[in-house]
């Protein structure tokens, strides 16, 4: 699997928009400061009907094409993020557009786009010289050979580019049957259950009840305990801010 040296210089290449120039690092409020006389913003809702918290959300979108070729089949990943939606100020429940919105912040608008991009190599052009004629060493494409290098190159843009409580899921439109996930990273991978642990908000301890590589989202089951009041009472914890406790 083709590994990729990202950084803060290069990241946009890997992970383009072609309309909108985003800042560098987007954070969980983005856009939300928007308001006018008549409108004001909340969070888009991205649809994601496995999703149980109300986290925005970051999509990877994965689709194929099979070529003419026997078994050329190439992948294309497109992250999209939630941007927001105009709620209006006379009725709640009601949201608007505003089209205009997005030429004074790129954050004014529902969905945030991006394109996952790779450099294409000399040995692909050597090896495939009619499918790249047009390209030269390092030019980038959207193409990729499987799908193993979209994932990864998805979860390095989204560490790097994405700061607060995002969560990032993906959408593999190339099955048919469970293409739709949550990406846990490690480090929200190193609690299991019966672990003690301490809310790092509020200060409270509890027991971890279930493994938060099976659950399929950012928060977990706690039991949690006060001996000082011999209370004990079950709750959701967000798993990023949990510490453990050793003994």
Known sequence: MKKYNITPDNIRDYMNNYESDFPLVIDDKAGLDYKDEET??????????QKKSKTRCVKLEITSFRG??????????KLVADGI???CLDNP???TSNWDAKKINPFYQWRYE?????????????HDPDRWVCYQLGVFTTSFDTKEEILALAKDCFKMRFTGEWELWVDDCTVAKDGVY????????NFKVSDTVRNKRSGNIGQVMEDPRTVGTSFIRVM?????KNIKYCAYWTVKNLELITT
Do not use: M
């Not at 913003?41 to 991205?46: L, R």
């Not at 949690?224 to 000082?228: A, E, I, M």
């Open 40 to 49: 004001r913003a909340i969070p888009h809702n991205s649809c994601i009907y």
């Open 68 to 77: 003419i070729n026997w078994d050329a089949i190439h992948y294309y990943g």
């Open 85 to 87: 939606e105009f709620q």
């Open 93 to 95: 429940r009601t949201t």
């Open 114 to 126: 991006f394109d996952l991009r790779r450099p294409v190599t000399q040995e692909e052009i050597n």
């Open 182 to 189: 949550q990406i846990i990273f490690e480090d929200k991978q």
């Open 224 to 228: 949690v305990l006060k001996p000082d």
